[in-house]
């Protein structure tokens, strides 16, 4: 037996579907069970923003459904999370590549320094992506990533200044750190004269530096 969801036979025009790699911007085309596709112009692996596996909290079939899919989206959906709200940052960003290009780069860093130092990689690479950007609250209430991961985002962007800011220490210093290292590293004026301020944060800095 075949989930209806998953058969083609059951589908509609929309089930195919394109969007611009969220890397590059050349146009991707997925099916509905494509977990991911590679793009052909720069190689990055982009997940499909449109899946959804909810069913398989309750789906007999899931085990099977769910073992073809990559190792790190059957764990856990975070990096779905991630390239869902980079497309609509580039959609807002539209014809400023260079701001596109620095919240990535940013985005890449705070990947990287949370896995160094155990932080919130889902809640510092959202508001790495989304820190001062105009609509940002419109982004992430559309995204649905979840009322405990967006609330952390939020605070971390300080989009509810009424309220007192409860984000961690540690994650505030990673978003600081992640959006001064790509600054740093692009050259760009508003890093003069800041430090990192995470162990993990200086480390980077220093091999920017050499």
């Given amino acids: 037996m075949q ?18 790699c969220p890397h590059c911007g050349t146009i991707l085309e997925f099916f509905k069970d494509d977990s991911q596709r590679t793009c052909k112009e720069c190689g990055h692996k982009v997940l499909n923003p449109k899946i959804d596996f909810g069913c ?6 899931a085990e099977q459904c769910l073992g073809s899919l990559p190792p790190e989206l059957a764990a856990k959906q975070g990096n779905l999370f991630r390239d869902k709200l980079t497309v609509a940052v580039r959609k807002q960003l539209l014809g ?6 620095l919240r990535t780069l940013a985005a890449d860093f705070a990947e990287t320094l949370c896995r160094a130092e155990k932080g919130n990689t889902a ?18 209430a559309g995204l649905k990533g979840g009322d405990t991961l967006t609330g952390q985002i939020s605070e971390l962007m300080k989009l ?5 800011n409860t984000a961690d220490a540690l994650s505030h210093q990673l978003l600081h750190d992640a959006c001064l290292l790509a600054a740093t590293s692009t050259g760009h004026p508003i890093a003069k ?8 944060g200086q ?3 220093k091999k920017l530096l050499k």
């Fill in 56 to 61: 398989a909290s309750y789906c007999p079939y």
């Fill in 160 to 164: 509810n200044p009424e309220t007192p």
């Fill in 193 to 200: 004269g800041q430090e990192c301020q995470s162990e993990s």
């Fill in 3 to 20: 989930c209806p969801g998953q058969d083609n036979r059951y589908w509609s025009g929309e089930e195919v579907f394109e969007m611009n």
């Fill in 203 to 205: 480390k980077e800095m």
């Fill in 96 to 101: 400023q590549e260079d701001e596109y290009q």
């Fill in 123 to 140: 809640a510092v690479v959202g508001a790495s992506l989304l820190k001062d950007l105009p609509g940002a609250r419109d982004i992430l």
